[in-house]
């Protein structure tokens, strides 16, 4: 059993509890819109319910981060490389619309996801946030754009616009090397 499907057990019992699913963001999903040609190290989650997920994890098979030489505050899997951690109580800072997050059907259960269009406009605001604009930043926010087979343009040029404090809009992905 992958990971995932681990993380979709877990939302199972945060449902049974009636608690509100915690929202998949960052890398994970990065790694799973471009179809694994850009990879991740972790499942990074949002959730206003940390300690119930967290509670989730453990009765699925997860164990607090206590390995030597690891950040401590995640999670990890003694039979799988990935770690899961909670980053942020709150989604996209309450900037993203969260009707449009997916909800990706597992065997064993379900895992919310961020849109591809939130996780695009994301990548761009920490990239020009960074001020060594790191380049695989750009890199990700371009190859989500490319390979998705459907966007809302009108809602990727705002969460773009807002992530980037107005800097810039949906034409750096049309034209990257600003």
């Not at 877990?10 to 699913?21: D, E, F, H, M």
């Not at 999903?29 to 989650?45: A, L, M, P, Y």
């Not at 269009?117 to 750009?138: T, V």
Request: net charge negative; glycine share 12%.
């Amino acid at each position: 059993m992958d990971a995932l499907e681990l993380i979709g057990r877990a939302c199972v019992i945060l449902r049974q509890r009636g608690v509100p699913l915690p929202i998949l963001v960052g890398g994970a999903v990065v790694e799973f819109d471009t179809g694994s040609r850009i990879t991740s190290g972790d499942f990074d989650f949002v959730t206003a319910h940390e300690d119930a997920f967290a509670e989730a994890l453990l009765a699925v098979g997860f164990l607090r981060e206590n390995r030597r030489g690891r950040l401590k505050r995640g999670f990890y899997h003694p039979g799988m490389v990935i770690g899961v951690e909670i980053v942020s109580g709150q989604y996209f800072e309450g900037q993203a619309d969260r009707g449009r997050v997916r909800i990706l059907a597992l065997d064993d259960g379900e895992v919310c996801m961020a849109p591809t269009e939130d996780m695009i406009a994301d990548r761009l605001g920490q990239w020009e946030a960074s001020r060594r604009r790191d380049g695989e930043l750009l890199v990700q926010a371009t190859a989500l754009y490319q390979l998705a087979e459907s966007l809302d343009e009108d809602y990727l040029e705002h969460r773009i616009r807002q992530e980037t404090a107005g800097t810039f809009g949906i034409d750096v992905l049309r034209s990257p090397g600003p």
